[in-house]
């Protein structure tokens, strides 16, 4: 009989665990003066809309969905808009499919950090004033973009979110740096030109450790603290060279995000495979367990925090946040 690997069980393992710890999710957990939500980085992946993995029998529309999300969890990270920018009807739908007090992160279109974009998924206005050799190319990139459109993607992207804004909804969007931006100068311009533009809450998440490095850590802290940017601390696989350390350092007294990405090794730089491929991985309760101090001391100085887990394969993530969530319930009782 083949060994049953523990960190990738399959669904029926991953939902029975999860149904256990349900309940704890459901509503934010007080911590001191302040409030610790969580939730997963998506609620659309295929793999956790697949039957019986997730969402009752009933749940096969994207509105059933997102209202049976919402009455398990308090916040989900969108994930959609790193791909494409949002529309406002798309938001509005979200704000009206969801209880008052359900808060959305939204990550930044990919555009923005540095990323490239496929120019097919540009909004039409956008894609249609862009110069003749761009509109040929697949994939663009921001430094290819003339700063006037460059601009009017950041309109877009911020207007779309008028309806969370309005409906108390947003809680950050989520300003993630690929691993090729390492510590400069330039870079900390770009942290900070970003948050300008946007003009909404941020977050920032790093994928390349050398900001932690011991050359540039100190430093990196001391500019998340003295401009007051939410940091968001990650879990990951360890031991490659664009590793982020499990660094916590509380950098802003509203916000707080730790993100959870599992800990797949053989799949971490693994080319051509999904999302839900690359964070496979099911953490065990210990796992969980050394973590829940590191959240509730961050909690007890931050009036909001996040627990994100983007471990999106199948149930994995909803698993994990339900019982993350228990865990820290259970440490304050």
Request: contains cysteine; charged residues 30%; neutral net charge.
């Amino acid at each position: 009989m083949a060994r049953v690997d523990p960190h990738d069980p399959g669904p029926e393992v991953g939902r029975k665990r999860g149904e256990e710890s349900a309940e704890a999710a459901r509503k934010p957990i007080k911590v001191a003066g302040g409030e610790v939500r969580s939730g997963t980085a998506s609620w659309t992946d295929p793999t956790m809309t697949a039957p019986g993995v997730f969402y009752p029998e009933g749940a096969r529309t994207a509105e059933h969905r997102l209202k049976f999300y919402a009455s398990q969890f308090s916040v989900v990270e969108v994930d959609a808009t790193y791909y494409a920018l949002p529309y406002k009807r798309m938001a509005e739908s979200w704000v009206e499919r969801t209880p008052k007090d359900f808060i959305f992160d939204i990550k930044a279109h990919a555009i923005m950090t540095g990323q490239p974009t496929e120019v097919t998924r540009l909004p039409k206005p956008i894609r249609e004033e862009l110069p003749a050799d761009l509109k040929e190319k697949k994939r663009i990139y921001r430094k290819d973009m003339p700063r006037e459109l460059l601009d009017e993607v950041y309109r877009h992207f911020r207007e779309a979110l008028d309806p969370l804004v309005e409906a108390s909804k947003l809680g950050a969007v989520f300003v993630q740096f690929p691993k090729w931006v390492f510590p400069s100068n330039e870079a900390r311009e770009l942290i900070l030109e970003s948050r300008e533009r946007i003009g909404l809450p941020i977050a920032v998440e790093f994928r390349s450790g050398s900001w932690f490095n011991e050359k540039n850590a100190e430093r990196t802290v001391r500019f998340l603290q003295d401009n007051k940017l939410p940091y968001v601390a990650v879990d990951e696989p360890q031991g490659f060279k664009s590793s982020v350390p499990p660094v916590v350092i509380p950098t802003n007294d509203e916000l707080a995000f730790f993100r959870f990405h599992g800990r797949n090794v053989e799949s971490w730089e693994k080319k051509n495979i999904t999302p839900a491929e690359r964070f496979r991985y099911l953490y065990d309760e210990d796992e969980l367990a050394d973590w829940t101090p590191k959240i509730a001391t961050v909690a007890r100085q931050t009036k909001q925090t996040h627990a994100i887990f983007n471990n999106c394969y199948s149930n994995y993530g909803t698993t994990n946040a339900r019982e993350a969530a228990r865990l820290l319930a259970a440490m304050q009782a």
